[in-house]
């Protein structure tokens, strides 16, 4: 190529942007006008007819779900069994909980209609009431409450005597209403000879005593628990022998 040709080439880049759009002209936007829109135009929808529309698919919907669910129904019933089982297993702590909290806070607010509806269970399922009688006693009788306390009732059996209320009246009248160790006011009855070592309640074995000296001595031997405390005296102790021993 010459230098001509160059020289050429470097005066047509350098054309004028008049010269340029001539060749590339631009695209300039066109104005059409807008077509007014009427009610009788094809193609254009009321919000009524979509909504006339969504509804119709949502019917068409709904009935082949209950056409397919009364095709399968066997198939769908262990379906759902199975559903709610594995969401039972899965959640059984929580609803046990939020259950809990409902009934406790049912029951606290409606006393008359809890007692009500006790009492019509109870008529109406007298069988399972006697059954979970017999359960929760027999869960009751295997903890150590219920063996202690079914010790205490045996021991009082054993301890069962012929006290007499002129016998209570005699002790009382015999120590002057004091306390036979302390000498401080009388308010209990106690045992000499702790019931849960073979006393008996009857008149030979009771002593006028304050509460705390009878706390204080329990089921330990009456004479040796006497003689440790500060306020003993031989006094009170024979005095204690005589009323012992008549």
Request: hydrophobic fraction near 30%.
């Amino acid at each position: 190529m010459s230098a001509d040709d160059g020289c050429c080439e470097v005066d047509w880049l350098r054309r004028d942007a008049s010269h340029r759009n001539a060749i590339w002209p631009r695209r300039e936007t066109v104005l059409r006008p807008r077509r007014e829109r009427t009610d009788d135009a094809p193609g254009d929808k009321t919000i009524a007819q979509v909504l006339a529309k969504l509804k119709l698919q949502r019917d068409r919907q709904k009935a082949s779900k209950a056409r397919r669910r009364a095709a399968n129904l066997e198939k769908h019933r262990a379906y759902h069994r199975e559903y709610c089982r594995r969401w039972y297993k899965k959640n059984v702590e929580r609803l046990r909980r939020t259950n809990a909290a409902t009934m406790r806070e049912w029951r606290r607010n409606n006393p008359e209609k809890r007692r009500e509806a006790e009492a019509k269970y109870k008529l109406r399922y007298p069988e399972k009431i006697r059954a979970k009688s017999l359960r929760l006693n027999a869960k009751y009788r295997a903890t150590e409450k219920c063996r202690l306390q079914r010790r205490i009732i045996d021991s009082r059996k054993r301890a069962a005597g012929t006290l007499k209320r002129d016998d209570i009246i005699a002790v009382f009248a015999f120590f002057e209403g004091k306390c036979a160790y302390c000498g401080g006011p009388g308010t209990d009855v106690e045992h000499a000879v702790a019931v849960k070592i073979g006393g008996r309640t009857e008149r030979r074995n009771i002593l006028l005593a304050c509460h705390p000296c009878n706390a204080s001595k329990g089921a330990r031997e009456m004479y040796s628990w006497f003689k440790s405390k500060k306020f003993y005296t031989r006094k009170a102790e024979s005095k204690i022998r005589r009323w012992l021993a008549q």
